[in-house]
T-cell receptor
Framework: KNQVEQSPQSLIILEGKNCTLQCNYTVSPFSNLRWYKQDTGRGPVSLTIMTFSENTKSNGRYTATLDADTKQSSLHITASQLSDSASYICVVSTRMNTGFQKLVFGTGTRLLVSP | EAQVTQNPRYLITVTGKKLTVTCSQNMNHEYMSWYRQDPGLGLRQIYYSMNVEVTDKGDVPEGYKVSRKEKRNFPLILESPSPNQTSLYFC???????????FGQGTRLTVV
């Protein structure tokens, strides 16, 4: 069964500290993996996309990693800011026999950055 | 500005009173979908549409209807809302073959 699991469910860190969020998936075949940021009460917005051949990708203070062998991804946030407080959702795409790309969503990690 | 627009943003209604949540996108995307988001459960797909007049059930379709008469619009219809449909709803769109979903701002629905 195609599944995406994220950990931890929630996390509280002090402003300025670093943190790492985890995503494990059993989705097959794998097309790509995206991390979304969802501010409270708003729609998710894509932060970064990882394809099979990519190990690391950065977007400002956000760095995503992908290990396609172990089917794990992480999102590292450096020097956290209060505006980083949000839910972070891992989404894996899989191509169906019809060519359609199906998205499989994780349940997200809720991050709170405390002053 | 490229966007997905949902209306209303907030809605309180009574059990059994039919309602429609509208969704419109201006990016000419073929694929549109509706999700509901509940604490601890993440985003769950209600219905999706791969193009005009082509719709299909997602993971939690019971109690909902949709239509896709035009490419840009994908309304969500609750014929007889019940309290268990109290939730945060999101519409999303993406191009055919694309994997980045563009989400609306959400509609918070309360059914009393």
């Amino acid at each position: 069964k195609n599944q995406v699991e994220q950990s931890p469910q929630s996390l509280i860190i002090l402003e300025g500290k670093n943190c790492t969020l985890q995503c494990n998936y059993t989705v097959s075949p794998f097309s790509n993996l995206r991390w979304y940021k969802q501010d409270t009460g708003r729609g998710p917005v894509s932060l970064t996309i990882m394809t099979f051949s990519e190990n690391t990708k950065s977007n400002g203070r956000y760095t995503a990693t992908l290990d396609a062998d172990t089917k794990q991804s992480s999102l590292h946030i450096t020097a956290s800011q209060l505006s980083d407080s949000a839910s972070y959702i891992c989404v894996v795409s899989t191509r169906m026999n019809t060519g359609f790309q199906k998205l499989v969503f994780g349940t997200g990690t809720r991050l709170l950055v405390s002053p | 500005e490229a966007q997905v627009t949902q209306n209303p943003r907030y809605l309180i209604t009574v059990t059994g009173k039919k309602l429609t949540v509208t969704c419109s996108q201006n990016m000419n995307h073929e694929y549109m979908s509706w999700y509901r988001q509940d604490p601890g459960l993440g985003l769950r797909q209600i219905y999706y549409s791969m193009n005009v007049e082509v719709t299909d059930k997602g993971d939690v379709p019971e109690g909902y209807k949709v239509s896709r008469k035009e490419k840009r619009n994908f309304p969500l219809i609750l014929e007889s809302p019940s309290p268990n449909q109290t939730s945060l709803y999101f519409c999303a769109s993406r191009p055919a073959g694309g994997t980045e979903a563009f989400f609306g701002q959400g509609t918070r629905l309360t059914v009393v």
